[in-house]
T-cell receptor
Framework: SQTIHQWPATLVQPVGSPLSLECTVE??????LYWYRQAAGRGLQLLFY??????ISSEVPQNLSASRPQDRQFILSSKKLLLSDSGFYLC??????????FGQGTRLTVV | AQSVAQPEDQVKVAEGNPLTVKCTYS??????LFWYVQYPNRGLQFLLK??????LVKGSYGFEAEFNKSQTSFHLKKPSALVSDSALYFC?????????????FGKGTKLSVIP
């Protein structure tokens, strides 16, 4: 069966510090991968998606970037965090156009 | 552009009563439709989907949803609510088109089941 791992679960970072969140998927190959941000316990905003190694599509301009160095690894990064980057970050994967499966999320607080 | 509307921020229902969480969508062409549930500080769990076929789809934990093409709706239903159903529910849509990888979510509806 397929599983998705996302870490860390919680993170407190100072403004201006870098960020690296990692997500890995097991049990499937060539998944579509996604990073979402959820603010204030509601609405999910798609940040990035990837259909293959090195292929990243950005949905919104922001202080963040994503990379996919391996088939089942997706990384969300920032060089300098802003207060507005605080939120709940969710990684997800899907096979083709069907449903997406989510990781447990990372609660990021920028102080 | 595709979009999802969940018109109710919150739905309250008594335990044992039927529940409905509403969702309408807008998408070019035929839609893939999904419902997810989220418990506090957790990721989203997939409940059910509509791809094609029977307009009434059944999913996990006794939930079902009815696809209505003319009304562009995909309401989530359950015949008898449980207190443990209290959570945040999200409707999502994806266009049935090549290259359409974006899964668009509604803002969520908080369901509270009162004992």
């Amino acid at each position: 069966s397929q599983t998705i791992h996302q870490w860390p679960a919680t993170l407190v970072q100072p403004v201006g510090s870098p960020l690296s969140l990692e997500c890995t998927v097991e049990g499937t190959s060539n998944p579509n991968l996604y990073w979402y941000r959820q603010a204030a316990g509601r609405g999910l905003q798609l940040l990035f998606y990837s259909v293959g190694i090195g292929q990243i599509s950005s949905e919104v301009p922001q202080n963040l970037s994503a990379s996919r160095p391996q088939d089942r690894q997706f990384i969300l990064s920032s060089k300098k965090l802003l207060l507005s980057d605080s939120g709940f970050y969710l990684c997800a994967w899907s096979r083709g156009y069907t449903e997406a499966f989510f990781g447990q999320g990372t609660r990021l607080t920028v102080v | 552009a595709q979009s999802v509307a969940q018109p109710e921020d919150q739905v309250k229902v008594a335990e044992g009563n039927p529940l409905t969480v509403k969702c309408t969508y807008s998408v070019s062409g035929n839609p893939y439709l999904f419902w997810y549930v989220q418990y506090p500080n957790r990721g989203l769990q997939f409940l059910l989907k509509y791809i094609t076929g029977d307009n009434l789809v059944k999913g996990s934990y006794g939930f079902e949803a009815e696809f209505n093409k003319s009304q562009t709706s995909f309401h989530l239903k359950k015949p008898s609510a449980l207190v443990s159903d209290s959570a945040l529910y999200f409707c999502a849509v994806r266009a049935l088109a090549a290259g359409s990888y974006q899964l668009t979510f509604g803002k969520g509806t908080k369901l509270s089941v009162i004992p």
